[in-house]
Structure formats: structure tokens, C-alpha cells
């Protein structure tokens, strides 16, 4: 039984590519037809968002949308006001930049405010990068841990990724990273440097896309492999087998 208020429009969560990739290939028809009936949109970028619903329906009206920036510059106290269209019965879209809402993303906190006011929260389907990842690491997919970002101190981070790497022992548990693009090699380089030679790395790179690379191998064979992964969106998970 639904404790959402009837009379309020959904919250539907909206994926995006991960990159340059054909809608058709990552989507399923039925976002199509949800996105077509929204114009009230959540989004981190306006340009961003604006393209990809172009992309996703040439024919909709661009003038017709209204949307409400979600970012590192909006305050706190406005984000209620960005679900007033949900209060007033219509549905609203949350767009991430990439992925799926919510993930590593600030759109959670929107659905947060969403469950606290009963608007009905409605997940669709599309790709979300630390999943796919996760799905072919060949690592523990019953029991892993997303960290985003490690430190960017090099001896806070050797620490953090000596610590993690204990814990995946103990717990027989993947540990999954995220890296600003531009520093990937050097986080590839910081965890063959600071990890036992026989723990696994997996790096994903570009998934979904034509360029999409995915490698599973240990530290110590990671420093014989030569792979460009600068400034290119990559995920990284490492696993100490038990």
C-alpha cells in the first residue's frame, strides 16, 4: 500500500548516458514516453539537461520546460521549493549530469525531501556506472562498498587505501572508487604502489561507450600494463582474496 499523498504529481528519476552514447542503446522505450510528459525538471546543469532531453525527444517544446539547478551554488533552503510543482500534481523529472540520480549524486537529497513530503519517488531504468563496473570486475558482488573520492593528501591516501585493502580481506568485501578524470593515472599508480602485489584492481573506463575499457588484474600486474585512462570517466574497485 502507497503512503503517498494521491493528489501530488511523482518524482521520477530520470538516468542519463554515461556519454556520448545512442540513447536507444542504454534506455528503454518507456523513459521516452515519461520524459515526454514532463516539464517541470531537476537538474545540475541547464545545458546539459537540455540536450539530452532534445536528444532523447527532438519534438518537445524547449520553451515549455521549466528547470530548477541543483549544484554546489544552491542553498539549502530552496530545495523544497524545487517539489512545489509535485504538491501542485505534476510530475517532476530528476536529471544527474550522469547516471542515475541519487548515486554519488546530489539529486538525494531531493528525494529525500520527496519521501519526507509522501510524493511518490519512481526509479527508472538506465545505466549507472558503479554497478556495471561491479558487474564485470569478477569481484564480490555480494558484498562491496563505494567510497567515491580518497583523500587527496598522498599520506592520507596511502592510509585510506592500506586500511580499505585490510578491510576487503577481513570481509572478503570489493572496495569501490571514483577519481576526478584528469587524475585517474596517478590513483592507478597510488593504488599499485600502495596495494599487496596480489590484490586485484579493476579499472572501467567509458562504459557504454565505443571507447568502453574494463580490466581486471593484480597490482603487480597492473605495472606491466600500459592503458590511457586520462581524463576519461573511470571506475576503480580493488579486492584482497581471503
Known amino acids: 500500500m502507497s503512503s503517498s499523498n494521491p493528489h501530488y504529481g511523482k518524482l521520477y528519476l530520470i538516468p542519463v548516458q554515461l556519454g556520448d552514447s545512442n540513447p536507444d542503446k542504454v534506455f528503454p522505450p518507456f523513459n521516452k ?18 540536450r539530452f532531453i532534445k536528444q532523447i525527444l527532438p519534438e518537445k517544446s ?5 528547470l530548477s539547478g541543483l549544484n554546489k551554488f544552491t542553498e539549502p533552503e530552496e530545495l523544497p521549493g ?33 519521501h519526507r513530503y509522501n510524493i511518490q519517488v519512481v526509479p527508472l531504468i538506465g545505466p549507472s556506472s ?5 558487474m564485470s570486475s569478477g569481484m564480490n558482488g555480494q558484498s562491496f562498498t563505494f ?3 580518497l583523500p587527496i593528501d598522498k599520506k592520507e591516501r596511502k592510509h585510506e587505501i592500506k586500511q580499505l585493502e585490510r578491510i576487503s580481506s577481513e570481509k572478503n568485501q ?30 572501467a573506463c567509458d562504459l557504454t561507450l565505443e571507447t ?9 600486474e597492473w605495472k606491466n600494463i600500459k592503458a590511457d585512462l586520462h581524463k576519461r570517466p573511470a571506475i576503480f574497485i580493488i579486492q584482497k582474496d581471503v
Open 147 to 149: 567510497h567515491g573520492y
Open 62 to 66: 524547449q520553451q515549455s520546460l521549466k
Open 33 to 50: 514516453r515519461i520524459i515526454d510528459t514532463i516539464d517541470d525538471f531537476i537538474v545540475e546543469n541547464e545545458k546539459s539537461a537540455r
Open 212 to 220: 568502453e575499457f574494463i580490466k581486471t588484474a593484480t597490482a603487480s
Open 82 to 114: 524545487f517539489l512545489d510543482a509535485a504538491k501542485d500534481g505534476k510530475n517532476i523529472g530528476l536529471l544527474s549530469e550522469a547516471g542515475c540520480p541519487g548515486v554519488a549524486d546530489p539529486g538525494a537529497e531531493i528525494v529525500k525531501l520527496a
Open 130 to 134: 558503479i554497478l556495471l563496473a561491479m
Open 174 to 203: 570489493a572496495q569501490i572508487f571514483i577519481e576526478t578524470p584528469y587524475r585517474n593515472m596517478k590513483f592507478l599508480e597510488d593504488l599499485t604502489q600502495n596495494l599487496q602485489p596480489t590484490t586485484r584492481i579493476c579499472v
